[in-house]
């Protein structure tokens, strides 16, 4: 059974560094072809997809946040990181993580981030 | 960037009848399009890939068609747990991009 957990801060203030943690089950980043990625989407809003990382430690990110973005992951214990810097009151969103091979076919819940100073 | 445009926005419904959304892409993405179905307090669900793979578990009155710019999402037969927010998402090229959203709604 695939599952996947986010978890963050809740709030933090504008500038700040935002730490997502992605703690997942069911399947593993070492595996050939796995990948979990990071999709976020603002109330009221669309779904705008952050970055991928895959098992063989290949990173992609929106070019639009290319810049602030960090993936990273920690394979032992089945866990996927998001940083992003600068934190703006646009990003307040719900952040999701996902396991994807191009589509995501297992999504977390999600975790509401709020930018408020 | 690929733009998605979905459409309609909002589609009213009542059980047991047929509906369409429709996603749209800027250009080409050849058959590489996604459905998903959102709902309060549920995951998100991948309902079919690749324009017309249903998604093991989808039930088989969801179908999609479609290649190139234009594609389709067709409910037949709505039950009462399909409404709610559908989202298609192209998974041709990065960045991956996803349309703005349809809510089918109960009338």
């Known amino acids: 059974q695939v599952t996947l957990k986010e978890s963050g801060p809740g709030i933090l203030q504008p500038s700040q560094t935002l730490s997502l943690t992605c703690s997942f089950s069911?399947?593993?980043?070492?595996?050939?072809?796995?990948?979990v990625g990071w999709i976020r989407q603002s109330s009221g809003k669309g779904l705008e997809w952050l970055a991928n990382?895959?098992?063989?430690?290949?990173?992609y990110y929106n070019p639009s946040l290319k810049n602030r973005l960090t993936i990273s992951k920690d394979t032992s214990n089945n866990q996927a990181f998001l940083k992003i810097t600068n934190m703006d009151t646009a990003d307040t969103a719900t952040y999701y993580c996902?396991?994807?091979?191009?589509?995501?076919?297992?999504w977390g819940q999600g975790v509401m981030v709020t930018v408020s100073s | 960037d690929v733009q998605m445009t979905q459409s309609p926005s909002n589609l009213a419904a009542s059980p047991g009848e047929s509906v369409s959304i429709n996603c749209k892409a800027s250009?080409?993405?050849?058959?590489?399009l996604a459905w998903y179905q959102q709902k309060p307090g549920k995951a998100n669900k991948l309902l079919i890939y690749?324009?017309?793979t249903l998604q093991s578990g989808t039930p088989s009155r969801f179908s999609g068609s479609g290649s190139g710019t234009d594609f389709t999402l067709t409910i037949r037969n709505l039950e009462p747990e399909d409404f709610g927010l559908y989202y298609c998402?192209?998974?041709?090229?990065?960045?991956?991009?996803f349309g703005a959203g349809t809510k089918l709604e109960l009338k």
């Open positions: 996902a396991r994807g091979r191009g589509t995501f076919d297992y």
């Open positions: 069911g399947f593993s980043l070492s595996t050939y072809g796995m990948c």
């Open positions: 990382i895959w098992w063989n430690d290949d990173k």
């Open positions: 250009k080409s993405i050849s058959k590489y």
């Open positions: 690749s324009g017309s």
């Open positions: 998402q192209q998974h041709n090229e990065y960045p991956p991009t």
